[in-house]
């Protein structure tokens, strides 16, 4: 499992004009099972593949900062991430919109090196 974990991240550090259709599989195959993404259809999910893309931070870097436009969400795939007052672990999803607002209400922390996967806005989520 570690090493389908690692060639899901390889192939996530690819820049999306570049991933080959194995790529999309393997991508594919891990986000299916992925809580955050389970009310998606199966061409929506497809579709997300193309355009996901994998971020590391650092302990105690800001992801995001109160105010910005909130132009992508993300899901944990390693580490811990706080904000407002709750610490999110791996598997959860953090930084969506809130309903009625573009900007962030809120700056989000890592707690710890943390890996995450990046799902744009523009996408059908």
């Known amino acids: 499992m570690a090493s389908d974990s690692g060639l899901f991240i390889q192939c996530l550090k690819k820049s ?73 672990l791996p598997r959860s999803s953090f930084g969506r919109r809130n309903q009625g607002y573009v900007q962030r209400t809120s700056e989000c922390l890592t707690l710890e090196a943390s890996e995450m996967i990046v799902v744009s806005d523009l996408a059908m989520v």
């Open 16 to 88: 999306p004009t570049l991933r080959t259709d194995k790529d999309l599989k393997v991508i594919y195959s891990f986000l299916h099972g992925m809580e955050a993404l389970s009310g998606l259809r199966e061409h929506a999910l497809q579709s997300l593949c193309n355009i996901v893309r994998y971020e590391f931070h650092e302990a105690n870097d800001i992801i995001y900062y109160q105010g910005e436009v909130a132009s992508c969400w993300y899901i944990l795939l390693s580490g811990s991430v706080f904000i407002e007052g709750s610490m999110f």
